[in-house]
């Protein structure tokens, strides 16, 4: 039991049958065609020799399938992550060295001990730290960064930078040696891989073909554009133009060897490598979960951090760089009916024979071709719907996803997740030191109490219910005092204050405090303090303290039992209350 | 009106009268006899000449009576403030140098610039930040810390540090030196002090003393302990025998001079000021609250940073060290009926008589004496049952506040706060990320609803209820999910899933959208959902969604509607539910 919580591969292995078998080869061979250009780009992405993004696709996905707790998920190289592999190397060396690719596997062996390391300590709820609008916002950023980095080999010059103002003034310095040849490839790899996107599926549906075909034939797309512009460049020697190619690669498997251990340099990719793990962490988990629901099937987070740290440490073992779950990858795997990890496994050998028998077909081709096929799988990510919407909804979720986008931007992936970390967390706080309260009444003819200002409800005249929203916590204590003592100055009449506790899911130290000095003050002022619809977990809390001995009042299981014994003339001498908040938000709660 | 927010004194000054005036004239002549001796003491503490404490309860407490909001709150020097003066400027030079009297004046000025700052830009509710405990904890470790530091006057040797560790161990190392004169004078002044504060009042009410008289002898004791000491050693001539006095001081006012402005001394004391400003704002609000709450008055904590700001640039500008509103001299004014600020301003005219006739009277005034009171004062801060009441009601304050002490004990202050704030909220954090739901069935014979696992409540096969109680931020996103489609899979006759609302005061961005997802996914799984006792600000912002429009079930006004109109057959196919939390536990709600 223990030992099958971390090795999956124990509990899925045991009814591992034909079906399945069939289903996960299936799989394995459309994800390897759709992975072999994919893996060679996000190398190129990540500054590295195309043939590292192949390593990083075998070993990888091995490690996976042992560890892994996703039927579904596919891991390799992705978009976000290899650009933020190439931003740590450049810290170390320049693009092309051996110490560029040495950081590289480092970066992919410490991201991995990190991440096994936080799977032991069962730290994967960190990453809720991590909210949708920072995801969100980070990645379209990435996703704007990745397309305009990727411009340079569409045209044919050189241009380096992190930032997207850096890149663009590279650009906007080189643009003048454009490769016309590599731009004429670029350009036409990437209008037919937009057209393959957008118009091949239903024109082949129009001729007749079933919906799984045509939707192979699209994932194929880059595997054509790729053949085609090869063969063009290798047919017309276009690679003695200036147009940039793969080039000589070496034949065969990855080399096994162990990264380098060099303390200075390991200290200098810690910063890198712990982004690179947490962002990798967050990717992967919220792709595996998707698609596990989808299924009914459960994923265990903590077990997912193990999985990828094993990943990570595969790579890094084998030449390859940083890895995660990808979203693209996992989705075509999942639709090609993949029933266990073992289709990873599977897509792992067919991406070994191909670094055994394609690299030298690899030769002639351009790296526009890899660059359009980046582009086009980037703009995807970019959502610019996503701040409008928030825009819509909470001011507080629109700054947090603005400020992350903006400064991705123009810092780079660290700072803007920093600061949308950061930001989410300020606000949050904040939020959290203003709460809401409502003086309540009664819903006429029912036990329902609402807000007197939204509502037409029964009050009386010698008991102020006041509804408090939030948690008592020392971020608010001072809040809940000055607002009953104010509620209470200006109605002089009551004698009964009840807090009405349906929505205070828990009360600290300071919050305890706080009850108890207004226990004191009410009792000076003649004012009896009841407490209704106190929550369990609160209870269990509060009855260890001194406030239920000295509370002058009562605890009411529910508050309409403390409106009865209270007021029990309400009908008589009770009045009703004049809502006055817009006639549009009155219709709340309905 | 505007002007009298930021000048509360045309507020009160026109309706100020004779009576008032003999009220605060009369408290003026208590605090001020009680203030010498403690403004002398403190700034002994803070490693000052004595003259300097005088000098910071002059002008400080005229700006404050211009512009504080609250009627009683004495400002001057205090305990913990005046420690970590000495802790800032020990940085910058040895006590007794003129660099360090410029780095303690200094300190007020940027310190008074601080709290202006903050106050104009309304940042009071920073405050916020430092829990009870945090609070509670600095200030009994800071009470420690003061007086073991001052065992060495009470001894006659030399031994300096910040941390305890550091005390405690070059006392160790000089105690052999110790001079047995002041030794006597020290234990002397320590008892005396000890008895008028536990055994006098009581004695003074024995023999027929009013209790106001017995009370304003109890404050005067230390006054009776210096003039006793004073006398001992100047008729003794125990000066000459190593028994270390005030010594001579300058007579008259204090000089009026603009701080050093020196950038790079500034800088250097950045952090400290930072600590200084917000620490005595935090303790000098808390006096005035409790103290207005007492009056049913109320302060302006925004307002009360300008005035500490105020305070401490009068401090700065006259010679003097930073400020803030006191406990023990605050409560002093009030149970002496000040009532208005103006008392403190009749204060500050009779310290001023003081610096200018009573300086030469203190030539004799043995520091051991200064010493005993400050002992005597700071023990009453040290509450070591604070801790053991948190243990047993939260393990989350509990670790905040030791934390706070030990590490304030080690290192200081500065590192004890700062750990405590982070401690704190990285724990509320980490709480808001682990909530709480309940399935809630309902209480037989009303609309009232509870948790199934405490109560013996009514629930219908085909409906399930989840209170969900905290509100659905980024932090929980996950748990909802998880959570909901847990129960919703362990019970597969059910039709209707109803999410009530009552405890949910706010729907973040990452929120909506997993209400949205588990919409789907339960409409994919044949379940209704439905939401029900939304509140008015909640509801406000989902009207606003697509959430309402793709909802498959209805918003319920009460879950009672919501019951009724799903499971109406509920009398007849109903069941009750079985508790099964502890009888202890489950008596829980009443």
């Known amino acids: 039991m223990k030992l099958s919580r971390y090795l999956p591969i124990l509990d899925w292995g045991r009814s591992y049958d034909g079906a399945a078998l069939s289903n996960d080869m299936m799989a394995a061979v459309i994800v390897t065609i759709m992975l072999i250009p994919q893996s060679l780009a996000y190398a190129l992405l990540a500054g590295l020799p195309p043939v590292v993004g192949l390593y990083a696709s075998i070993l990888p996905l091995m490690a996976y399938a042992l560890f892994g707790t996703s039927r579904t998920l596919s891991v390799g190289p992705v978009a976000v992550v290899s650009l933020m592999t190439a931003a740590a190397a ?35 709820f960190l990453a809720n730290l991590l909210s949708h609008p920072v995801v969100s916002g980070f990645i379209t950023a990435s996703g704007i960064i990745i397309a305009a980095s990727q411009l340079k080999h569409l045209l044919g010059i050189s241009a380096s930078g992190e930032s997207l103002v850096e890149i663009v003034e590279a650009l906007a310095a080189n643009v003048s040696e454009t490769n016309p040849n590599t731009l004429a490839i670029g350009l036409g790899a990437l209008g037919f891989l937009v057209w393959v996107r957008n118009g091949l599926k239903p024109l082949l549906r129009r001729i007749g073909l079933g919906p799984t075909a045509a939707d192979f034939a699209t994932k194929a797309g880059p595997v054509l554009a790729i053949v085609a512009t090869t063969a063009i460049v290798a047919g017309l020697g276009w690679d003695k133009q200036g147009v940039r190619t ?98 990873g496994a599977f897509t792992a050998v067919g991406i070994a024979l191909a670094s055994l028998f394609l690299t030298p077909l690899l030769y002639y081709l351009p790296l526009a071709t890899l660059s359009a096929t980046i582009i086009v799988a980037v703009l995807t990510l970019v959502d610019l719907k996503k701040p409008v919407e928030l825009w819509q909804y909470s001011k507080r979720d629109f700054i947090a996803i603005m400020a992350t986008i903006i400064l991705t931007l123009v810092d780079g992936i660290e700072t803007g997740v920093l600061t949308g970390v950061s930001l989410s967390l300020a606000l949050f706080v904040f939020h959290a030191s203003r709460p809401h309260a409502a003086i309540v009444g009664q819903v006429p003819g029912t036990e329902h109490f609402r807000n007197v200002r939204r509502h037409a409800v029964i009050c009386a005249p010698n008991v102020m219910t006041i509804r408090v929203d939030e948690a008592l916590t020392y971020l608010n204590s001072r809040w809940l005092e000055k607002t009953v003592l104010g509620d209470i100055a200006s109605n002089p009449e009551v004698e009964h204050l009840v807090l009405m506790f349906s929505a205070v899911n828990g009360v600290d130290a300071s919050g305890l405090e706080v009850l108890e000095t207004l226990n004191r003050r009410l009792a000076d002022a003649g004012v009896t303090m009841h407490l209704s619809e106190v929550k369990g977990p609160v209870m269990d809390r509060l009855r260890r303290t001194h406030l239920l001995k000295e509370l002058t009042g009562e605890i009411f299981l529910s508050q309409n039992d403390a409106f009865e014994a209270l007021a029990p003339e309400a009908g008589v001498n009770g009045y009703l209350s004049k809502p006055d908040i817009t006639p549009e938000s009155r219709e709340t709660g309905r």
Chains 1, 2 share one sequence.
């Open 90 to 124: 450049a810290n170390i060396a320049e693009s092309g060295t051996p110490e560029y690719l040495a950081a590289a596997i480092a970066l992919a062996a410490i991201s991995g001990l990190m991440l096994v390391t936080m799977g032991i300590f069962r730290l994967g």
């Open 246 to 343: 793969v080039g000589e690669i070496p034949v065969g498997l990855p080399p096994f060897a162990l990264p380098d251990f060099d303390l200075g340099l390991w200290r200098e990719l810690l910063v890198g490598a712990l982004f690179i793990s947490v962002i990798g962490f967050v990717e992967s988990v919220s792709v595996a979960q998707t698609l596990a629901a989808k299924r009914r099937q459960g994923i265990d987070p903590d077990q997912e951090l193990v999985a990828l740290g094993a990943s990570n440490l595969a790579s890094s073992f084998s030449g390859g760089f940083p890895v995660t779950g990808g979203f693209s990858r996992s989705v075509v795997n999942f639709d090609a009916g993949a029933a266990t990890p073992a289709a």
